[in-house]
C-alpha cells in the first residue's frame, strides 16, 4: 500500500488517541530497545525520536496481531510476516494493557476478521 509522506506527515501531528514515551524495539534492530514517543492516531501508529517533531515511521494497524509480552510489554506482527514483531516495553502492566486495548480498538474492524463472501451472496 503507498501513501503520500507529506499526508502522513500532517496525520502525524494531529491529536493522538494515546501517547507517551516506551521503550521500542524493530525487528531489524536485534535487542536494542530505544526510548520513542509513540502516537496513536486514527490506525496509524507512529513513532518519533524523542527530540525530534518528525515520526522515522509508522505501522498502519490492519491485519495485525496485538499480544501481551512479558508483564509489561507488548508487540505488533502482520499477517503478511508474523515473524516481523515490533515489541513496546511500558513502564507498568497498566500502562500496557491501555496500550492494548487502544490499539485494538484502533484497528479497522475487518483487520482481525476476513470475509471471503461476495457482496449478495448468501
Known amino acids: 500500500m503507498r501513501y503520500n509522506e507529506k499526508e502522513l506527515q500532517a496525520l502525524s501531528r494531529q491529536p493522538a488517541e494515546k501517547a507517551a514515551e ?3 524495539r524493530v525487528p531489524k534492530k536485534g535487542s536494542v530497545v ?6 496513536l492516531v486514527v490506525n496509524f501508529l507512529f513513532y518519533f525520536r524523542t527530540d525530534e517533531a518528525e515520526p ?4 498502519l494497524l490492519e491485519h495485525c496481531r496485538i499480544a501481551k ?3 509489561s510489554g507488548f508487540s505488533i506482527s502482520f499477517i503478511e510476516d ?3 514483531k515490533y515489541y513496546f ?3 507498568s502492566e497498566e500502562q500496557c494493557q491501555e ?8 484497528r479497522t474492524p475487518w483487520s482481525s476478521t476476513v470475509s471471503l463472501r461476495r457482496p449478495g451472496s448468501s
Open 22 to 24: 516506551i521503550g521500542m
Open 34 to 39: 530505544k526510548r520513542r514517543l509513540v502516537k
Open 56 to 59: 522515522i515511521g509508522a505501522l
Open 69 to 71: 509480552e512479558e508483564p
Open 82 to 84: 508474523p515473524d516481523r
Open 89 to 91: 516495553e511500558c513502564s
Open 99 to 106: 496500550w492494548i486495548d487502544a490499539l485494538r480498538r484502533a
